[in-house]
């Protein structure tokens, strides 16, 4: 009989890891504080075609990820009939799930 690596979780520990599976408070559907904040700062890079985020706190990567998602974003929607120029998209547009 091989031994887990992992140890055997106790009553308590198995209830707790079963409430905050159970809760879950809205999780993965849930917006965080700081997401829109990266999505309004990759919809300005989208405005203004500045490249430069003049913020770095969050790290440029995820700023450019949120940016091409917002580019293909728009593009599907201008093809939809959904917006004509960028800057009627908002960022609720970005951020479908958040609840505003």
Known sequence: MLDSPLPSLGRR???AAFVVIAIGAGAPYRVANDEPF?????????KTGDF???????GGLSIYLHTVVGVFTF?????????SRVD????????????W
Do not use: K, S, T
């Open 38 to 46: 990266v999505v309004g700062m990759a919809l300005q890079i989208m």
């Open 13 to 15: 520990h198995r209830l």
């Open 88 to 99: 009627a998209v908002w960022i609720g547009d970005l951020l479908p799930n958040a609840d």
């Open 75 to 83: 593009l599907l929607g201008a093809v939809a009939g959904q917006w």
């Open 52 to 58: 430069n985020p003049h913020f770095f706190d969050y």
